[in-house]
């Protein structure tokens, strides 16, 4: 049996639980499987490739040679992962890895990655906050000025949302942006999205009340978590989100049928 890690509030585990408390049940606590997506797939390639390009000299980053890591990098990630080569038929997989080069190209139309010398890249940060919530998560690049204003970057290969949605697009960032703050004490200055599909960038400026409001607002939802694992309720939510759910069969939303609750999970390092 292979161990658990201790449970910790991530982005889009704090997602799922506001989005559908039994969404939350089966990812976290069930840990059902569920089909990649091609899209999502293709997002951590894309990912990938911007990583490795600012693994080069500032020279070397430029549209075409980037670009051209996309079928070098998809490699690699079929021999990480061997089952991704069933991911699409064989006749569509070129047509894939062009929309993933379309996507790569849009980034360089959004900054000069020429110019930028990242801290970090891919960092992974776990953190206690308030009265000991566990808060997980990967910040796609963080930069630093001389004058040691941070700056916390999140690529995305979708498109911007409508400005109805741009509070649901940032509360990523203020996740990123209140582990930092207290990881180092200094309080992000800008958080980015760079939405590579449509080319278009979301840049919001935190301030010190508002991250205090938006760290009770996460130990609160993290008691809220809490209290659904020891009493087994993760009731459905029925929303418009329901229609990507990979676990419609399951739901008594949709006329299925959950398994038992399997009680809370036993927490143990890895």
Known sequence: MVARRPLALSPSRAGDFRQCPLLYRFRV????????SSAAVRGTLVHAVLEQMFGRAPSLRTADITADDVVVVWARMLVDEPELADLLPAAEVEGWLDSARRLVRSYFT????????????????EIDVGSGVPLRGFVDRIDVAPGGQIRVVDYKTGSAPS???EAKA???????????WKLRGVLPTQLKLLYLADRQPLVYAPDESEMRAFERSV???????????????FP????????WCSFQSLCPEFGG??????????????
């Open 29 to 36: 606590i069930d840990r059902l499987p569920e089909p990649p």
């Open 110 to 125: 959004l900054e000069d990655p020429r110019r930028l010398s990242p801290e970090s890249c891919e960092l992974r940060i």
């Open 163 to 165: 400005e109805m949605f």
């Open 170 to 180: 940032i509360y990523q960032l203020k996740f990123y942006a209140l582990m930092l």
């Open 219 to 233: 130990s609160a939802l993290w008691t809220a978590i809490s209290a659904a694992i020891v009493s087994g309720n």
């Open 236 to 243: 459905p939510n029925r929303s418009k989100m329901c229609g």
């Open 257 to 270: 049928t959950s398994p038992p609750y399997p009680g809370p999970p036993a927490e143990t390092d890895s």
